[in-house]
C-alpha cells in the first residue's frame, strides 16, 4: 500500500484523518453534543481495512493493547520498533508522509518520527474500566476521547498531531483498541445504546451514517475475547 500512490494506497487513506477527523463534540442543531468519534472511526478502519484487503485479502488490523502488562513495561510493541523484518525494511516502524505543494507550502515528504514517554504512564486497565462501566454513550465517548487523545500523547512525534497521525503505522491498531473497547460497551449496555437523532448522521467521507456501524457483525469482523451478555437487539 506504501508503494501505492492513488487513491488505494497508504499515503491516501492516511491523509483521510487529517481533512475529516471526528474528535470533540460537534453541535449542529441540537441541544447534546454530536459525539461522532467512536462511530466516524469505526467507520475508517473499516475502510482502511477494506483497501489493504484488495491487496492481501486474509489482511486485518490487529488491536495494540495498551493497557497490558507488556506495553506497561516495554511501550511500543516491537513489532512496531524493529526497524528490519526477514531482510527488509519494516513498514510498522514508519511509513512516509507525502504531502504536494498543492496542499501544503512547502510540500512536505518525510518519514514518521516518534517520541514516546515512559510505558507506566500508558492508560492501565482500571482506567478502561472505569470507562466501561459508563451507562451514557455520551459518557463513554467522552472518557475514551481523553484515553485515546493520552495514548496519541504518549506516542508523541506525529501521532501527537492531528494532521499527520495517520501516517503512523501504529495509528491504525491504536484505533483498533479504542474500536474493541468500544464493542465491549456495547456487548455490555446494547448495541444501539446511542441517542436516536445520531443514527442517521452520515460520517463524510466515508458511505455510513452511525446506524450502520453500530454492529461491527454485519460489518463483517470481530474481536477475539469479546465476549459479554448482549443486552438490546442487533437491529
Not at 487529517?18 to 470533540?24: P, R
Not at 475508517?44 to 507488556?70: C, G, H, N, T
Not at 459508563?134 to 476521547?145: A, P, Q, Y
Not at 495509528?171 to 483498533?176: A, K, V
Request: hydrophobic share 40%.
Amino acid at each position: 500500500m506504501m508503494m501505492i500512490r492513488d487513491n488505494r494506497g497508504y499515503n491516501y487513506q492516511a491523509a483521510i484523518h487529517s481533512i475529516f477527523c471526528q474528535h470533540g463534540q460537534r453541535r449542529i442543531g441540537s441541544s447534546m453534543g454530536l459525539r461522532l468519534f467512536l462511530p466516524w472511526h469505526r467507520a475508517y478502519l473499516y475502510m482502511f481495512e477494506q483497501a489493504a484487503k484488495d491487496i492481501v485479502p486474509d489482511v486485518f488490523i490487529p488491536w495494540w493493547d495498551w493497557r497490558s502488562e507488556a506495553s506497561s513495561t516495554e511501550g511500543i510493541p516491537k513489532a512496531f520498533t524493529e526497524q528490519t523484518i526477514g531482510g527488509g525494511t519494516n513498514p510498522l516502524a514508519k511509513a512516509r508522509i507525502r504531502i504536494p505543494v498543492t496542499v501544503t507550502d512547502p510540500p512536505i515528504d518525510r518519514e514518521t518520527r516518534r517520541f514516546p514517554d515512559d510505558p507506566s504512564e500508558l492508560p492501565t486497565s482500571i482506567i478502561v474500566e472505569d470507562a466501561l462501566s459508563k451507562t451514557d454513550f455520551g459518557d463513554f465517548s467522552d472518557e475514551m476521547e481523553l484515553i485515546h487523545n493520552g495514548v496519541h500523547v504518549w506516542v508523541g512525534g506525529d501521532m501527537a498531531t492531528t494532521q499527520f497521525a495517520g501516517w503512523d503505522p501504529i495509528f491504525w491498531s491504536h484505533h483498533s483498541m479504542i474500536d474493541r473497547t468500544w464493542w465491549l460497551w456495547q456487548l455490555r449496555h446494547g448495541i444501539n445504546n446511542i441517542p436516536s437523532e445520531l443514527l442517521d448522521l452520515e460520517l463524510a467521507p466515508f458511505p455510513f451514517t452511525i446506524r450502520r456501524v453500530l454492529s461491527i457483525h454485519k460489518l463483517g469482523y470481530d474481536y477475539a475475547g469479546a465476549v459479554s451478555t448482549v443486552r438490546g437487539n442487533l437491529g
